[in-house]
């Protein structure tokens, strides 16, 4: 999808795959919006989600592959840090058994 600057009237295209990711991120259930940012000028567009829905519909499956491995990494970071902080605050009790 063809998305023009509203300030430098510049066209750039945006990549439904990373829309689909974009607005998976911000955590809303259905939002109408995504906010293009112009690569010339870095002024926000604002895209209606409806207008490019057919192209994340048709991009479903690689949207779902982009956030589950980005998830995956969120996941993995949280869990290092776990991990470290556990380090950090290792005690000479053993570990409660799992109920
Ligand atoms: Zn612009």
Redesign the pocket.
């Known amino acids: 999808m063809i998305v023009t600057?509203?300030?430098?009237?510049?066209h750039s295209e945006l990549d439904p795959v990373f829309v689909g990711f974009e607005l998976h991120k911000l955590k809303k259930k259905k939002p109408s919006h995504y906010q293009a940012v112009?690569?010339?000028?870095?002024?926000v567009?604002k895209v209606s989600v409806k207008e490019m829905q057919d192209e994340l519909d048709q991009a479903a499956e690689d949207i779902q592959k982009m956030i589950a491995e980005y998830e995956e990494e969120k996941a993995k970071a949280k869990a290092e840090k776990k991990a470290q902080a556990k380090e950090k605050v290792k005690s000479k009790a053993k570990a409660k058994p799992k109920v």
Request: glycine share 0%; aromatic share 8%; net charge positive.
């Open positions: 600057c509203f300030k430098c009237k510049r112009c690569p010339a000028c870095r002024a567009t």
